[in-house]
């Protein structure tokens, strides 16, 4: 079993920035994928970030440039930076973490970008 505790969300204003952080514990030594995803409402939950360990992140068009995905392997944290928000980016943010075939989730973290 993986743990996925996530914090950072909150209440911003667009232009603004937020860093979201996800901390994997439990068996997460050999967790394969890390990332987030993001559902706004109304909408389907879709892909943000992803690293695949060993690998570079990959983004979702709407958020290249403005959004950078890192990972402490030592922590087994990861984290979202995200820039320039806009009130499209608004949403539950999701931690996600692949492990043996088998698919973790966070509680999510409310992103709110609003003026």
């Known amino acids: 079993q993986v743990q996925l505790v996530e914090s950072g969300g909150g209440l911003v204003q667009p232009g603004g920035s937020l860093r979201l952080s996800c901390a994997a514990s439990?068996?997460?030594?050999?967790?394969?994928?890390m990332g987030w995803y993001r559902q706004a409402p109304g909408k389907q939950r879709e892909l943000v970030a992803l690293?695949?360990?060993?690998?570079?992140?990959v983004y979702a068009d709407s958020v290249k440039g403005r959004f950078t995905l890192s990972r402490d392997s030592v922590k087994n944290t990861v984290y979202l930076q995200m820039n320039s928000l806009k009130p499209e980016d608004t949403g539950v943010y999701y931690c996600?973490?692949?492990?043996?075939?088998?698919?973790?989730w966070g509680q999510g973290t409310q992103v709110t970008v609003s003026s």
């Open positions: 690293i695949v360990i060993g690998g570079s992140p």
């Open positions: 996600y973490a692949r492990r043996s075939g088998l698919d973790y």
């Open positions: 439990g068996s997460a030594f050999s967790i394969n994928a």
